[in-house]
């Protein structure tokens, strides 16, 4: 199903074995433009490296991944070392801290230039994240669909519109029984970033 954002009074979303809250308008409209220049000339944006079906491939879009000198992550066979916190970024993650009273030492930048760039199926369920983690996501730039679905309920599936400067908190046991992805569109579309910001925790040996 695709909810629109009119029917999200409050921001919470009902889904099964899900904890999702939607603020679609977290950053004012000139706070999101002025993020969205600085971190498109201000990022040491990358292609990443990524395993699919047993071979290594360059991933669909940009990225950067930036964090406490602690904050180490494992994805996909790869092990990323954190960037410095770009200043915007950091003190996004404080304003974060104050809305969600929570922490978070790290955040994963994706830069989609186009409706080509994409992300597939998958689960922010690495040992690094914990049992519950909370994934604060904001989206900048073009209004792209994100998608979710439950892993063993073919029925509990979702569509969400992203606008600019929204955030989609997505925590408890989401990530243990959904999947989420940004497909590609043949529509012309512009340049987004998403942001996620986590809680990454020191894991020992690798996956």
Same mark, same amino acid.
């Given at each position: 199903? &695709? ?42 944006? @990358?292609?990443h ?20 000198? @602690? ?13 410095s ?9 404080? %304003?974060l801290? /104050? &809305? ?27 040992? @690094? ?12 730039g073009? &209004? =792209? ?18 606008? /600019? ?9 989401t990530?243990? /029984?959904? %999947?989420?992805?940004?497909? %590609? &569109? ?14 990454? =925790? ?6």
């Amino acid at each position: 199903m &695709t909810i629109p954002l009119s029917l999200l009074p409050d921001g919470m979303i009902d889904l099964p074995d899900a904890q999702l809250r939607l603020w679609p308008q977290w950053l004012e409209p000139e706070e999101a433009d002025a993020l969205f220049a600085d971190l498109l000339a201000g990022v040491p944006w @990358e292609v990443h490296r990524i395993r699919l079906f047993g071979r290594e491939v360059d991933s669909p879009r940009l990225s950067c991944w930036m964090g406490d000198p @602690e904050a180490r992550y494992r994805y996909s066979g790869a092990l990323f070392e954190p960037h410095s916190w770009h200043p915007s970024l950091k003190r996004v993650a404080e %304003r974060l801290r /104050h &809305t969600l009273g929570t922490p978070f030492n790290s955040v994963l930048a994706n830069r989609y230039r186009n409706g080509r760039d994409a992300m597939g199926w998958h689960s922010d369920d690495e040992p @690094e994240l914990g049992d519950a983690p909370m994934i604060a996501s904001i989206s900048l730039g073009a &209004t =792209r669909r994100f998608l979710l679905k439950h892993r063993g309920r073919p029925k509990a599936r979702l569509a969400l519109d992203l606008p /600019h400067g929204s955030l989609l908190l997505m925590a408890g046991q989401t990530q243990m /029984h959904y %999947r989420h992805a940004l497909p %590609r &569109t043949a529509r012309p579309v512009g340049e987004r970033i998403n942001l996620t910001f986590r809680w990454i =925790r020191p894991v020992s040996g690798s996956r």
